[in-house]
């Protein structure tokens, strides 16, 4: 059984620019989850996706970010317009999500993102 | 509000030491899990162990064991004859029993440098 995937591991672009990371879950896994973390601290939850419905969103995840799980299986976190301060680690997680006994997420090697 | 404190933002010590790393929570939910991943210098998170908030025996494995106490509200961790392999970002985690996500709620972690 493979584990969580992202790509690309690590992303450089100029601010203003779009940028699109996709991940691959561990398969039949039905919950998907994007975290960021930057620098010194603990990652922290942008959205969830349980199949293809985005279920919740944080009011980190601004107007410039989008996701979708368009058949449940991976994900793309697309941000448009990068900043500055959108530099970060960019994790995703998935679990199986069948009963509260199955709520491990298991997280991937992230994308780094460095916007100039 | 649901708060995961880590108060220890580094740790040193000398290989075979017995380290424990601190964790407390906040939360109203009477239903929650507790988690510990480990961050090494690659980058990725791997899950360490789940706790459910109804089950408060402690828990070993190998050289770690988990020390769950509800009345003080706190998830410890503690590396027993420490190898340099344990150096590592170590962050504790909670997640809501009433929170359909059960997204995770991090600490901000606790950097653990062992030396030989």
């Known amino acids: 059984d493979t584990g969580v995937s992202q790509d690309p591991r690590h992303k450089i672009t100029k601010r203003g620019q779009n940028v699109t990371f996709r991940c691959d879950p561990i398969s039949e896994h039905n919950r998907l989850y994007w975290y960021r973390q930057t620098l010194g601290q603990g990652p922290e939850f942008l959205t969830y996706f349980q199949n293809e419905a985005q279920l919740e969103k944080s009011r980190l995840l601004s107007d410039r970010f989008s996701a979708e799980r368009p058949k449940g299986s991976f994900s793309t976190l697309e941000i448009q317009r990068t900043e500055q301060g959108d530099s970060a680690m960019y994790l995703c997680?998935?679990?199986?999500?069948?009963?509260?006994?199955?709520?491990?997420?298991?997280f991937g090697p992230g994308t780094r993102l460095t916007v100039t | 509000a649901q708060k995961v404190t880590q108060a220890q933002t580094e740790i040193s010590v000398v290989e075979k030491e017995d380290v424990t790393l601190d964790c407390v929570y906040e939360t109203r939910d009477t239903t929650y899990y507790l988690f510990w991943y480990k961050q090494p210098p690659s980058g990725e998170l791997v899950f360490l162990i789940r706790r459910n908030s109804f089950d408060e025996q402690n828990e070993i494995s190998g050289r770690y064991s988990w020390n769950f106490q509800k009345s003080t509200s706190s998830f410890n961790f503690t590396i027993t004859a420490s190898q340099v392999v344990d150096s590592a970002v170590y962050f504790c985690a909670l997640s809501e029993g009433g929170d359909s996500s059960y997204k995770l709620i991090f600490g901000s972690g606790t950097r653990l440098l062992v030396r030989p």
């Open positions: 997680a998935s679990s199986p999500g069948q009963s509260p006994l199955t709520y491990e997420q298991y």
